[in-house]
């Protein structure tokens, strides 16, 4: 079982009538209300907590990609990366992901990746994604019926520019490259490769044809994501693809404390403020051509079974930040409480789900950087070394094989 | 409607009506199907009506990748269906296409007629953004009276996807550049009302092809064919039969 270290850098200021005044979190956020130096202050205390899990024990240090919105305020992954690559020692530094579609010409990801490799001693791993709509399709404005297409080629050219030796050419309907010939070659001879999607068939397809670790990231709670979760183990069975649990990466946001009740009064502030000001235009989730019909059909089905365990009266006030702490605990949305409560969650949501990878949010909203410590050093000290005997029979392919040996010539130095 | 092959695919047309053949080019939201002011026009003329690629139940538009590929396929079906020059009009994205047939196949354009068209894009007045733009504010541009809206038929799931390969993100491919090669008489046809795309957007197109003549029709929005039939038609017969 592995545990990596995650948040969405979201925007700590806005407004308190930010959600009544229906403005979109996302493309047109009106920027008059973003102060550089709040934003600078917010990157150097993430920067700060990833370095912190480091020396925590933490297995991986996540970062993504996401543009022009408050939501969370990382345009660039690998910029936060290089930062993390350079100032920690042991973790994995988790690039979940680059946006393959929006670098032109996409070798700009193998050659960054690549030097963040070099950087970190062979850290990395690669994550690639299509990129939320509100991403790809508007702020970056791919046509949604090219995106797929774009990202496999890109797929493509990424991983051939990693593997060949030689300068080759690549011809493809986006990118003509007479001379690819990538200066630095990476440390690790095959990255591990995660994709994270949101239920389409095509990623699954995708994940299962080649080996790579499937995400499931969302902020919906586990009913949510239950069903879909559950499909996509019985559909990687019906493909006779590898079931095992470490191919499986899953978001959760995490409030740990030392009582439940210094959990409620530490983080229920910044959870509402989440959810409350995690509001999108909802034109803007759902661009024509983004998901094929076969991918929004079953999406539709997974989330018809889905409600039937969560009201709608729930899920709407769950989205709108007006449900009480608990209840965002008892619906699955955040794991609350002591180490001994977080713990027994963890492990039942793991086991149910089948995960191997946790990618664990904990830091979330507004949260102040002493909570945020607070949860880091308690979910890394008295959860994380609990839960790891979960599937230690299986072998995790989908990690850096030499984070052991990194690790431990770390840790002589340190004696040393 | 019938489906006829074209190439290795299928496309679904309408076509009515005997005598000198009008292509009509839909546009970004579906087929108008069997709609009065085609069959009005196909009384004294054939109508060729095909549905776009990726649309309906025509075939996916997975290999046309560009406007250029668009317009080859036009011209496929004007050399098999017909065999020669026709008369094209398109409507918004269909304008757009049909602008650009123009520009590339002189030989098969007789002549032009532009109807609420795509194809350019004025920084000085930026078009509203038609995948985004709200129900209310949607139905508002489109139509002078939103009582007309019944008229016209919703479309499918797969006709935006389709349309977003040349209205996404900004519906402009390079048209104006090429305008000047558009040889055909023209006639470009507004409602005044279109708060899709403004007239001003109707002027420059027809300031862009030499002897190109601009009319508006009142108490129409988006769709004049259908808001104002009676003066569309004849604006459409009168230029058509005068040459």
Redesign the interface.
């Known amino acids: 079982m592995k545990f990596h270290w995650f948040a969405e850098a979201s925007y700590p200021d806005l407004p308190a009538d930010f959600r009544e005044a229906k403005i979109s979190s996302w493309v047109d956020t009106p920027k008059r209300l973003a102060d550089p130096h709040v934003v600078g202050e917010m990157c150097r205390m993430f920067i700060r907590l990833m370095q912190q899990a480091d020396r925590d024990g933490y297995d991986g240090l996540a970062v993504n990609e996401h543009h022009q919105t408050p939501f969370a305020v990382t345009p660039s992954p690998n910029l936060l990366a290089a930062a993390l690559a350079h100032t920690t020692e042991r973790a994995a530094i988790l690039i979940i992901g680059d946006s393959l579609a929006l670098y032109n010409p996409p070798t700009r990801v193998a050659e960054e990746m690549a030097w963040i490799d070099c950087l970190s001693q062979g850290r990395v791993i690669a994550g690639f994604v299509f990129g939320t709509p509100m991403d790809s399709?508007?702020a970056y404005?791919i046509?949604?019926?090219?995106l797929r297409e774009r990202f496999e080629e890109a797929r493509l050219l990424i991983l051939k520019s990693w593997a060949e030796q030689e300068p080759f050419a690549f011809n493809g309907?986006f990118n003509k490259l007479r001379y690819v010939n990538l200066w630095p070659k990476p440390i690790q001879p095959k990255f591990p490769i995660w994709v994270p999607g949101s239920g389409s068939v095509e990623t699954w397809d995708l994940t299962i044809d080649n080996d790579y670790c499937y995400g499931h990231l969302s902020f919906s709670g586990l009913h949510a994501a239950k069903p879909m979760v559950d499909a996509y183990w019985e559909y990687v069975a019906r493909r006779g693809g590898d079931p095992n649990p470490h191919r499986m990466a899953f978001t959760q946001i995490l409030c740990v404390a030392n009582t439940d009740a210094e959990a409620e009064a530490t983080y229920s502030e910044a959870v509402k403020y989440f959810y409350r000001n995690r509001y999108v235009?909802p034109?803007?989730e759902g661009?024509?051509?983004y998901r094929s019909?076969k991918s929004?059909q079953a999406i539709m089905g997974h989330r018809k079974i889905a409600e039937s365990s969560v009201s709608a009266e729930d899920r709407a006030k769950a989205a709108a930040g007006e449900l009480d702490f608990w209840e965002y605990d008892r619906l699955g949305y955040i794991i609350a409480g002591s180490p001994e409560r977080v713990r027994q969650r963890v492990r039942e949501l793991c086991v149910d789900l089948r995960i191997g990878q946790l990618i664990a949010c904990l830091h979330v909203g507004n949260l102040s950087e002493e909570a945020g410590a607070m949860n880091t050093r308690l979910f890394g000290h008295e959860v994380m070394p609990h839960l790891r005997d979960l599937w230690i029979e299986h072998e995790d392919r989908w990690t850096p094989q030499g984070l052991a040996e990194i690790a431990a010539k770390a840790a002589r130095g340190a004696a040393a | 409607m019938t489906a006829r092959a074209l190439g290795a695919g299928s496309v679904l047309v309408w076509d009515a009506g005997k005598g000198r053949p009008l292509l009509f080019l839909h546009g970004y939201d579906t087929h108008p199907g069997e709609a009065g002011f085609l069959t009005r026009l196909a009384q004294n003329r054939r109508v060729i009506a095909p549905e776009h690629p990726g649309y309906g139940e025509s075939s996916a538009a997975g290999p046309l990748h560009d406007i250029v590929d668009q317009v080859l396929h036009c011209r496929l079906m004007v050399e098999q269906w017909v065999g020669g020059p026709v008369d094209v009009m398109g409507h918004c994205l269909g304008g757009m296409i049909a602008a650009e047939f123009a520009a590339l196949c002189p030989h098969l354009t007789r002549r032009l007629v532009l109807v609420d068209s795509y194809g350019l894009w004025l920084d000085d007045m930026p078009l509203p953004d038609p995948f985004v733009i709200r129900p209310a504010d949607l139905l508002a541009a489109k139509f002078a009276d939103p009582a007309a809206a019944a008229k016209v038929p919703a479309p499918v799931m797969g006709n935006h996807a389709a349309a977003t390969r040349f209205l996404w993100p900004i519906p402009e491919r390079g048209l104006s550049r090429r305008l000047p090669f558009v040889q055909a008489p023209t006639l470009v046809l507004h409602g005044a009302q279109d708060g899709l795309i403004p007239v001003a957007y109707a002027e420059a197109l027809a300031g862009g092809i030499a002897g190109a003549r601009c009319s508006v029709l009142s108490g129409a929005g988006h769709f004049p064919m259908i808001e104002a039939e009676d003066a569309f038609v004849a604006a459409v017969e009168g230029f058509l039969d005068a040459g």
């Open positions: 399709v508007f404005g046509p949604p019926v090219e309907r235009n034109a803007f661009p024509p051509g019909t929004v």
